[in-house]
């Protein structure tokens, strides 16, 4: 298993009533987003309701891991103790157009100072914390 | 002109600050800044607080509206008011809550205020410290994002992307803000000006941030006492009109973990117009304007959606030149802001437009009638604010 792009010791996921689907579909390595069974279309974050529909009947499916980098930010400035000798690190927030084009917030692996570029394609990684207590995985995306 | 409408209707007629110190240094306790702020206010006002009967305040402020009046033994309240959200988005909207109580018979003098001890209490600028974390913030926080400066980067990048912004237009509003508070005693920042190039060598926070691009962090109180214009000339200073004020977000703002729709804003495109429109005026009409620095980034943001400038132009708007007072287009941050006057959540920007208005600054744009404040760009709800000389009416 390869490193985590972060040191580890910041705060450990924990599923809610709300997400478990999600967190458990990334410890599986799938990538399980919330969608309305009413009108068939994906909400992220999870929510209780449909902002469309008003349907509280929501499932979980599986969406493929690809889509493109709407925004980012390089971090230099280290505000938990877990990382004071991280150095920069990137951000990604990640549309996925095969999902309504919800965002997800990750990590872009590779060089921290590699140029970010807004519209630039990325792939999922699934990288687990099989040791963490609990267990959880996490999803990063490299450049495809 | 509606009678829906705040405009005129009340007025700005007491002041109150205490020192501002930085972070964690208070030798006072919060609630006694508290006390203080609004004690000053209403010898500024020439008033006893006794005479106070309504609280309003913001951004989840700690000091309980009935201790503060038991304290101070106000005579009755009336009015308890907190206006939902942090990050000083309210900071405008506390005003007008204000206003609207005073000028529907809700309460007839109240005091809007904020205290913030951060070395008694926690600090803004602190990641999670707990071991878990559930919720949204799961969602963000184990990719290291966690910080305010960083929540709001990513806006700020794609806003710069989609118009072509260069970091030169942070720097002039950095700039601006620094020059105003090197007049400005009161400023934490006093007597440290910046320059261009201390600016550019100084380290990055979170792209496209530098250290100089973000607000301070303070201990301190501030506070302002409004009442009915029917009342407003029986005080000490010339009153500040209330001219409109109004706060709010835009379709689905709160979507979590950085999902909403029109996400590379500063929260304003559906609030300004109702601004506009209740106050009567444009943004040609403005003297002098107060807009509050988190970070730089959401500065330009607000100010394009008031409408002083479009997007495009923000590389020619925003130069030194044209942001400080005298003689500057639009006078920016007169006090030195948040970034380098004192961070209390905004409240201190809304001190200074009353200033301009009385002609009081320190950084004073000659003959200001009409005052404006821009609160907590990027969060949801967000405020602004107009004030107004007797002129204005
Ligand atoms: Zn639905």
């Known amino acids: 298993m390869s490193k985590p792009y972060l040191n580890p010791g910041l705060p450990t996921p924990v599923a809610t009533e709300l997400d478990q689907p999600y967190w458990d579909g990334l410890r599986a390595g799938k990538l399980m987003l919330q969608r309305c069974r009413a009108c068939q279309r994906f909400q992220w974050g999870p929510e209780w309701i449909c902002h469309r529909c008003l349907s509280f009947d929501y499932d979980y499916v599986e969406v493929p891991a690809s889509g493109r980098i709407y925004s980012h930010q390089r971090v230099w400035h280290p505000v938990h103790p877990a990382l004071k000798t991280q150095g920069p690190y990137v951000i990604v927030l990640v549309e996925l157009p095969q999902a309504d084009n919800v965002r997800l917030v990750g990590n872009l692996l590779g060089d921290p100072q590699q140029p970010l570029v807004i519209g630039a394609e990325v792939e999922g990684v699934f990288e687990q914390h099989a040791d963490a207590e609990p267990p959880f995985a996490l999803l990063q995306w490299r450049l495809a | ?393």
């Open chain 2, 1 to 393: 002109m509606s009678t829906r409408s705040l405009r005129g209707r009340t007025a700005v007629v007491g002041l109150g600050e205490t020192t501002y110190y930085k972070r964690g240094q208070s030798p006072d306790a919060e609630m006694k800044l508290a006390l203080q702020a609004i004690v000053r206010a209403c010898e500024d006002a020439g008033i006893s607080p006794r005479e106070i009967d309504g609280f309003a305040s913001f951004s989840n402020d700690r000091n309980d509206p009935s201790q503060l009046a038991a304290a101070l033994g106000c005579k009755e309240l009336k009015f308890s008011n907190m206006q939902w959200g942090g990050g000083g988005g309210g900071g405008s909207a506390a005003i007008g809550n204000a206003a609207a109580a005073v000028a529907t018979g809700i309460a007839d003098c109240v005091v809007v205020f904020r205290a913030l001890a951060q070395g008694q209490f926690g600090r803004f600028g602190q990641g999670a410290t707990s071991s878990t974390i559930s919720g949204n913030f799961a969602h963000t926080v184990p990719y290291g994002l966690m910080s305010p400066a960083q929540m709001f980067a990513m806006k700020v990048n794609r806003f710069m992307h989609d118009h072509g912004v260069k970091q030169e237009a942070f720097r002039a509003i950095a700039l601006a803000c620094y020059h105003h508070a090197q007049s400005n005693p009161r400023a934490v920042m006093y007597g440290r000006p910046l320059d261009e190039a201390t600016y550019d060598a100084s380290r990055w926070i979170t792209e496209p941030f530098h250290l100089y691009d973000c607000c301070l962090e303070n201990d301190g109180a501030a506070a302002m006492i409004l009442v009915s214009a029917e009342r407003a000339r029986d005080f000490p200073h010339p009153p500040c009109y209330v001219l409109a004020s109004v706060g709010g977000s835009h379709y689905r703002a709160g979507a979590p973990v950085h999902n909403v729709p029109d996400y590379a804003t500063s929260t304003f495109k559906t609030v300004a117009p109702r601004l506009w429109q209740m106050a009567g005026l444009k943004p040609d009409d403005v003297d002098v304007l107060q807009s509050y620095e988190n970070f730089t980034g959401g500065v330009l943001m607000s100010i394009v959606e008031h409408g002083f400038v479009t997007p495009e132009e923000c590389n020619d708007f925003f130069q030194f030149d044209n942001l400080v007072a005298p003689d500057g287009d639009l006078p920016l941050n007169t006090s030195g802001g948040n970034l380098a006057e004192c961070y209390m959540h905004g409240l201190g920007l809304n001190i200074e437009a009353v200033r301009q208005i009385r002609g009081t600054s320190t950084a004073q744009v000659p003959r200001a009638e009409v005052s404006m404040v821009i609160s907590g760009p990027m969060v949801t709800p967000v405020s602004s604010s107009i004030f107004g000389a007797e002129a204005t009416l």
